[in-house]
């Protein structure tokens, strides 16, 4: 027990001070998790009488995986870009005309029929107080006015002013004007240039190029200990149950077996989730005959991998642009994307994900929101595999622990 305090707190103090380097780490399990059953029915093939090695499973999936990956970047990448900058310069001007010109006026006649109408109240006139001072324009000539009493106001240019001897009797006076040469102008133009947009030019082009080349460098990564892992899974899981006292091993294989069950309803499961609301969003999208579809297509499978959240927001961009080409083709879609999920929850989920992935609807949101708040979009996508992991380690510790018995399904209702 005491061996166990130790390196459970080793392993945390461990993982909060890598942190920031932890994410190949954890894409790399993901993956190899989700990578796992297909290296297992490769290797059981027998070739010539002898089963495929390990490695040339591993191997031959990386090489299918990054040849799929390519070819649909290459074919998907440019329709994407395309289509999204035809988005954000022709679709979400109109739409925001459109809002402005149609839906406002709606929007706040309902507000006044609610709250009455409200009248707006001219600006009061003040009148000018008898013998008050009469203002000064402030031009910027140089101005001479008479006040009461025979004296007088001078009124200077902000320039100043240049005093110039006429002859022995007369000096003239008169205000300094600085009219910049069309070289000065360019100069002035061009050192706010350099001092104001050089700079952000600089630190944006940084930003990105440090960014992709980051990306990379995880994705490689990603793989790496993927591959690491896949090769090796005899060697990492037998370590881990050498650190288990002999009598408690079955216990340990039951607890592996407890987490498999969660994690491939909510891994395994949502990704094959993913792929049939894409397609079968695509489906909907090409009847409809929406603008934009394929991208609206990949937009909905990227965003169904985050639970309850990503349902709404993928289905936000697809009903705008139904808007812009009239209201039957906006509710046509919007009807879709509602059968599309009402098959997947009373469908899709309890035959894919199973019985044994279940978690509870308000786990679910607060690990997202946890998840998002401390960690981003990475931390949202993150959040419901780690709530599968803790929701078994509990039930775990439940049964074993506390001496409960095997609880009919492992979740938390």
Not at 242 to 267: Q, T
Not at 270 to 286: E, M, P, T, Y
Not at 359 to 376: C, Y
């Amino acid at each position: 027990m005491v061996f166990a305090a130790v390196s459970l707190a080793v392993v945390v103090a461990v993982i909060v001070a890598s942190r920031a380097v932890l994410l190949p780490f954890v894409l790399g399990v993901l993956l190899a998790y989700v990578l796992h059953p297909v290296v297992g029915s490769l290797t059981r093939v027998r070739l010539g009488g002898r089963s495929v090695p390990r490695w040339v499973a591993v191997l031959g999936i990386y090489v299918t995986l990054i040849t799929t990956l390519v070819v649909t970047l290459l074919a998907v990448t440019p329709r994407v870009v395309s289509e999204g900058r035809s988005f954000a310069l022709h679709e979400v001007p109109a739409l925001r005309q459109r809002f402005e010109r149609d839906w406002m006026p709606r929007v706040r006649s309902a507000v006044a029929r609610v709250q009455g109408t409200v009248v707006a109240t001219p600006p009061r006139e003040v009148a000018e107080a008898p013998g008050a001072e009469a203002r000064v324009p402030d031009d910027g000539a140089l101005r001479v006015s008479p006040e009461p009493g025979g004296a007088f106001r001078v009124s200077l240019p902000a320039e100043g002013v240049v005093i110039e001897r006429v002859d022995d009797a007369h000096w003239t006076l008169r205000p300094r004007r600085h009219l910049p040469s069309e070289g000065d102008t360019i100069q002035r133009e061009l050192r706010k240039l350099g001092q104001g947009h050089a700079a952000d030019v600089l630190r944006v082009g940084r930003g990105i190029i440090g960014g992709v080349i980051g990306g990379i460098f995880n994705f490689f990564m990603t793989l790496m200990v993927s591959a690491y892992l896949l090769v090796t899974e005899a060697r990492v899981l037998g370590f881990f149950r050498s650190l288990v006292r002999p009598e408690s091993r079955d216990s340990f294989d039951h607890l592996l077996r407890r987490l498999d069950r969660g994690l491939s309803g909510v891994v395994r499961g949502q990704l094959i989730i993913c792929l049939v609301n894409g397609s079968l969003s695509a489906v909907g999208f090409a009847l409809a005959d929406l603008k934009y579809w394929p991208t609206l297509a990949v937009v909905a499978t990227v965003f169904s991998l985050i639970p309850i959240f990503g349902t709404v927001l993928s289905s936000v961009p697809a009903v705008a642009i139904g808007l812009t080409q009239g209201f039957g083709t906006a509710l046509f879609v919007l009807l879709w994307i509602i059968g599309i999920h009402q098959l997947e929850a009373n469908l899709l989920n309890p035959k894919i994900m199973g019985d044994q992935a279940k978690i509870h609807p308000v786990l679910v949101v607060f690990s997202l929101l946890a998840g998002e708040h401390a960690f981003g979009i990475l931390g949202a996508l993150l959040a419901v595999p780690v709530m599968s992991v803790a929701q078994t380690l509990f039930l775990h510790w439940r049964t074993y622990a506390l001496g409960y018995g095997e609880p009919a399904t492992d979740s938390v209702t």
